[in-house]
């Protein structure tokens, strides 16, 4: 927060000092340089995205006004429902994966002097590569009769799982996957607010003889709320709009089973050619993710108070 | 640390694999160091058009990041210091464009681009891509910070607002620069759902896309190759965005968590 007031301060700062003179009608012609490409290729498709959806549009002809049309015909089509669970599926699992796996390697990293800077290489590394790699790596580590986690998880009995070409487990799998990609950003700025703790709270509960456990329950715990929250915020939006793992894992299958809401968009759009009901879908997807978010932000809360 | 190390397996089980004769990838035990050392893999994902989706990476990613930081520098630099109306505005509106999802304007943009006849061609994949509104956070939050009295000086000998951008705060501004050209620079270089849906032509396709082919469900290559020669092909995918990263880790982390934003 130290932050925002200086930034305040600095801007107060900078108008005190170029506003002596007069407006700066240059600035209009330096932000346009970024506005100009934006408008074109990020807002208007948006708000035309939005007219389409109340569309019939298909790539030929024009579109015709069809009202909620798509939107009905969104909540009773059993693939786009069953899109709609698995996202929140993959939310459930990949969000907590995130945050509890992230959090303790930070914890870890935190403590442990001589190595931490390897393990934060290693750890933030998956986070830099696109999704094909991560896709083509894991659907070999996870392959049913050769891969490596059934390999090492069949040394305590278990397995093998058919972890892609399984209904049941697909979803996971695709997540797991997700997890070791996506734990790198949420695992940083956990590091970054452990570092902003102070030390000497510590101190002061191992004297009165608290244990390490319980010292990140009363101190750290509250201390990094905030960045919790936005790890998880995040996380929520990205999971949410998961594509490209699936689509270079299972396609979405079996049996759309490990399909993702933006998939089965995608699908319409391309494969079914339906732009206007693809692009209702898209309207609903963001509706559920802002949904979706605000009751996380409202749920934090009241933990925090209670 | 064992967790830690873990961590890695997968990339070392890629690299690994990439180097074993097909013959020997399905072993009943793991075999983390290749029985026989090959390179036969590298050469068999040259007989895929792998240099002409490289080239098309480059370029892409390249023009994009370039423009974008351009862009994001001025943009920043006024938004920061230049003193007009709306300008407050102007950059809660780019931020709050980042909780909107562009899959709303995808199909739309898809649209647009094939009616002007621009489906696979280079302005097609990288126009879309070049407003980032995280470059321009990075820059405004740099320049929000910077002393003023070096443009004092230059106002004084009256020096209107590009020169004293150009002479004055771009030159001093490398460590955002840098930052924000890593990261854009790897998100456009991984960038897969555009150029998926934009790229029609098999020599239009970047990496990431083209390379996506090797998986079993979506493409015919891993079929016939299997997996020794699509690890080979994703180790090669990798290795720009994982060097950049190692080289340059601290601007890498420094500009993520900066905002904590992404994408």
Not at chain 1, 273 to 283: E, K, T
Request: glycine share 8%; aromatic share 14%.
């Amino acid at each position: 927060m130290a932050n925002d007031e200086q930034t305040a301060a600095a801007e107060t700062s900078a108008v005190a000092f170029v506003g002596r003179s007069k407006i700066d009608w240059t600035g209009y012609a330096f932000v346009a340089a970024f506005a100009v490409p934006f408008l074109l290729f990020n807002v208007a498709p948006v708000l035309f995205g939005i007219y389409v959806g109340f569309t019939d549009w298909a790539i030929i002809g024009e579109p015709n006004w069809i009202g909620l049309d798509n939107y009905r015909e969104a909540l009773h089509d059993t693939w786009f429902k069953q899109a709609f669970v698995n996202v929140l599926l993959y939310a459930l699992l990949v969000v907590p994966g995130v945050v509890v796996l992230g959090l303790s390697f930070a914890l870890f990293v935190n403590r442990s002097w001589p190595l931490s800077g390897l393990a934060r290489t290693i750890l933030f590394t998956p986070n830099v590569v696109s999704a094909t790699v991560i896709g083509l790596v894991w659907v070999w580590v996870l392959d049913t009769q050769f891969g490596l986690l059934n390999h090492y998880l069949g040394w305590f009995g278990i397995g093998p799982i058919p972890w892609l070409t399984s209904a049941n487990w697909s979803l996971i799998g695709v997540s797991i996957a997700s997890i070791w990609w996506d734990l790198g950003l949420g695992f940083v700025l956990f590091l970054a607010a452990l570092q902003d703790v102070p030390k000497d709270l510590y101190e002061a509960a191992s004297i009165d003889g608290a244990g390490f456990i319980r010292q990140q329950f009363a101190i750290t715990l509250p201390h990094i709320r905030p960045t919790i929250s936005m790890v998880v915020t995040l996380q929520i939006i990205s999971t949410m709009r998961i594509f490209s793992q699936v689509y270079v894992m299972t396609n979405g299958g079996p049996a759309g089973s490990s399909a993702s809401v933006i998939f089965t968009i995608y699908q319409s759009a391309i494969v079914r050619n339906m732009l206007g009901y693809a692009s209702a879908c898209s309207v609903l997807l963001f509706l559920a993710v802002l949904a979706v978010t605000l009751l996380q932000r409202l749920v934090l809360r009241e933990v925090a108070h209670a | 640390m064992c967790f830690v190390l873990a961590w890695a397996g997968p990339f070392l089980w890629m690299v690994s694999t990439s180097f074993k004769l097909p013959s020997q990838v399905m072993t009943r035990d793991i075999e983390w160091i290749p029985r026989t050392f090959t390179l036969q893999n590298y050469v068999a994902v040259l007989k895929y058009p792998i240099a002409t989706w490289a080239l098309n990476s480059i370029i892409a990613a390249t023009i994009a990041t370039g423009l974008c930081i351009a862009a994001s520098a001025l943009a920043g630099y006024a938004l920061a210091r230049l003193r007009f109306p709306g300008r407050k505005l102007i950059f809660m509106i780019f931020l709050a464009s980042l909780m909107i999802p562009p899959e709303i304007g995808v199909v739309p943009l898809l649209i647009g681009m094939i009616r002007m006849d621009w489906a696979s061609t280079y302005q097609g994949l990288i126009l879309p891509t070049v407003a980032n509104v995280l470059g321009v956070y990075i820059f405004r939050q740099f320049f929000l910070t910077f002393p003023r009295e070096l443009e004092e000086a230059a106002i004084v000998d009256g020096a209107g607002p590009l020169r004293i951008f150009w002479s004055i705060a771009l030159p001093l501004a490398r460590s955002p620069a840098i930052a924000a050209t890593v990261i854009v620079f790897t998100l456009n270089w991984n960038n897969f759902l555009w150029p998926l849906l934009i790229t029609f032509d098999e020599d239009m396709k970047t990496l990431p896309v083209g390379i996506a082919a090797f998986a079993p469900v979506v493409g015919t290559h891993t079929q016939m190759e299997g997996y020794a020669v699509a690890m080979a092909a994703v180790t090669l995918l990798c290795i720009p965005s994982v060097a950049l990263f190692l080289l340059l880790q601290r601007y890498f982390i420094a500009g993520l968590s900066a905002g904590g934003l992404k994408g």
